[in-house]
């Protein structure tokens, strides 16, 4: 009997000593899981992971230790290093046969080349897996292909497309009955359709997740990630109270699984719910708090919104110079990390401070650079177009005009025909100069006659002193205007009496309708002049009665004939 116990003791000690090291490559796995989203401790058990992988030949381990390396350089904004080490992990795929950890590095791999903006890389990496995935008769993983390249698409701003990808794959995953799969793509239906403006459709997409979740215990976090879904559709509707209902329910569920990272992500929502309601002193400490802890986790990007958000909090207040310590922050991350989609609220940000602080040159620059990048993300989505039309239309010309010289006869090739067209073609334009010149000067003649004429009768009527008010505050007497210039969106109003012009930002065409039709009129695109301030006209520039010389487009010039012939 002493002889089976010892015997039972012996074999259960050698089985627990041979599944001590899965036991503690689990472990390991479990704790860099678990710390995925903090950096400091994501270091270190990564670190122990892919050093207990090489000590013990544990390929798996060594797989698993380098994907964590590469989550935590892009939890630090260093996704180029990422890819390093998922590229490290994949030197080791022929020694394996766990083809999960494979797929999910390569489809790992293909998601942050696709958030660099390298598109091409990451879709051949998505076409390998299909590759694989068929040989290996693993359906999901195709499905999952579906859903990164719907991603890469919606990132290229094609969300038509990108919503056909995301429903082939919801067939595929509804097909495999996988509802944890299927919320993904539900969700990323949902933010697609709100990409197109498509709110209500999003709105709908969601509670279609909400639905799922709720009949699957299992789901229970994506329930919640669904409600901050909807409650950040409802931010950007404006609908405080909405956002707020579903906030709440958020920040509730993650405060009682003690999800830190995530409730702080749920803050900086909260954050912005309250700056729609002017509540500065909840959205100050909600988005500070958040602050604190995204950067203990140096996560970039959600950093970058805090301090975007923390400025608007202090410009609403009329504190610009906090605001602007803030917004220096978020902008400084932005360029040194190259992450530009937040760039357009920060220059939006940076003119409206400036404008309130009377730096209209600045405030114009930073509208300036926010409009550019609106026509740099149109141009981006078109050029791939344009260009093929224009190779087109290049090789169709280039055609046309080979066809044209095949047909031609000798004499039309030689020098004495040349020589006679280019005589007729120089006489002819000569004709038409000189002509054009002396209408112009008969022209010009005219409209200063008609200048002259036109200040006699109106120096002979009774004047009423007009004034109109800035949106500065400064009164101005329209009878000192001698023109206003559109610079932006901005005017500058010149003045008789003063050197500086006034600053109103207005167009021109608002400005017209506040001024004497009799005494004011467009003579360019950019200009309004005063009438009697007009000492001289030419034929595309008139002077002003301080010297100046403004431009006098043709377009216009009809207005100005007009004007001197009403009676």
Not at 349 to 364: D, G, M, R, V
Not at 456 to 470: A, D, F, N, R
Request: charged share 25%; hydrophobic share 35%; proline share 1%.
């Amino acid at each position: 009997m002493i002889q089976k116990i010892l015997f039972f003791f012996f074999f259960s000690a050698l089985v627990i000593a041979q599944n001590q090291p899965d036991n503690d490559f689990k472990r390991l796995e479990r704790l860099c899981q678990k710390n995925s989203n903090n950096a400091d401790s994501l270091s270190l058990y990564s670190n122990r992971l892919l050093q207990f992988g090489k000590k013990n030949n544990n390929i798996e381990a060594i797989l698993e230790g380098y994907f964590f390396y590469s989550q935590l350089e892009t939890l630090k904004g260093n996704k180029k290093q990422a890819i390093v080490y998922l590229d490290s992990a994949l030197v080791y795929q022929d020694r394996t046969q766990d083809y999960s950890r494979l797929f999910r590095i390569k489809r790992v791999k293909a998601i942050t080349c696709a958030q660099l903006g390298e598109y091409d890389i990451a879709e051949k990496i998505y076409s390998g897996i299909v590759e694989d995935a068929l040989k290996t008769n693993r359906v999901d993983e195709i499905a999952q292909t579906y859903n990164g390249l719907g991603i890469i698409e919606r990132n290229k701003s094609n969300y038509s497309k990108a919503l056909q990808y995301f429903e082939k794959a919801l067939h595929i995953w509804d097909s495999l009955g996988v509802d944890n799969a299927k919320l993904g793509a539900i969700s990323n239906i949902g933010l697609t359709q709100k990409s197109l403006g498509n709110i209500s459709e999003s709105n709908k997409s969601f509670h279609k997740a909400i639905y799922l979740s709720k009949n699957d215990k299992r789901n229970e976090s994506s329930l919640y990630r669904m409600y901050s879904n909807l409650a950040s559709n409802f931010i950007s509707l404006k609908k405080a109270d909405s956002a707020n209902y579903y906030l709440d329910k958020v920040v509730h569920y993650y405060k009682r699984t003690n999800q830190k990272f995530l409730l702080n992500l749920a803050y900086l929502n909260v954050g912005q719910s309250k700056l729609l309601t002017n509540d500065f002193k909840s959205a100050f400490w909600h988005l500070n708090t958040s602050l604190q802890e995204i950067k203990k986790a140096k996560h970039i990007p959600q950093q970058i919104e805090n301090y975007r958000l923390l400025a608007t909090v202090f410009y609403k207040q009329n504190d610009f110079e906090k605001a602007l310590i803030y917004l220096d922050s978020a902008h400084t991350l932005s360029v040194d990390k190259n992450i530009n989609y937040d760039l357009e609220s920060q220059y939006a940000l940076y003119a409206a401070i400036n404008e309130k602080s009377a730096n209209y040159k600045e405030a114009n620059n930073y509208l300036r650079k926010n409009d550019s990048l609106k026509k740099a993300k149109y141009l981006k989505k078109t050029a791939n177009s344009f260009n093929q039309i224009l190779v087109l239309e290049d090789n169709k010309e280039k055609s046309n005009t080979i066809v044209k010289l095949d047909k031609e006869k000798s004499f039309y090739k030689s020098n004495l025909f040349v020589a006679a067209i280019l005589a007729i073609i120089l006489l002819i334009m000569f004709f038409f100069l000189a002509k054009k010149y002396l209408m112009q000067m008969k022209e010009v003649k005219e409209l200063q006659d008609e200048l002259e004429q036109y200040n006699i009768e109106y120096s002979e009527v009774p004047k009423t002193e007009i004034v109109i008010q800035l949106k500065s505050k400064a009164i101005i007497n329209t009878s000192k205007i001698l023109y206003i210039k559109s610079d932006g969106h901005y005017a500058e109003i010149f003045l008789e009496d003063k050197e500086k012009p006034e600053i109103e930002r207005s167009s021109l065409s608002n400005l017209a309708e506040q001024l004497p039709s009799k005494d004011f009129i467009r003579i360019h695109k950019s200009y309004i002049v005063n009438i009697h301030k007009i000492k001289i006209i030419n034929s595309t520039q008139l002077m002003v009665s301080n010297g100046e010389w403004i431009k006098l487009s043709r377009t216009y010039k009809q207005e100005l004939k007009n004007i001197f012939h009403k009676e």
